[in-house]
């Protein structure tokens, strides 16, 4: 597992394309797109939060993440 830095706010934006069997007529499965913003802070050197969206069933979500020191 990697970290981003400490005192980092990381900002992501996923997209994910729908089927391609309807070819031009769905613009190749952009038409039924799925996309997601996703806002990660670094806590400490090996903790860090986040919080997203889909738009896929418009779901919520959050996480924790702990890299415990070997």
């Known amino acids: 597992m990697e970290l981003i830095g400490k005192g980092v ?7 994910r ?7 031009a007529s769905q613009l190749f ?5 799925n ?8 806590l400490q050197k090996n903790i860090s939060i986040g919080f997203g969206r ?9 996480f924790v993440k702990y890299k415990p020191a070997w």
């Open 35 to 42: 996309c997601g913003l996703l806002l990660i802070m670094v």
């Open 9 to 15: 706010l990381n900002f992501r934006i996923k997209h």
């Open 54 to 62: 889909s738009t896929l069933n418009k779901e919520l979500d959050a």
């Open 17 to 23: 394309f729908g089927e391609l069997t309807h070819e």
């Open 29 to 33: 499965g952009l038409d039924q797109a």
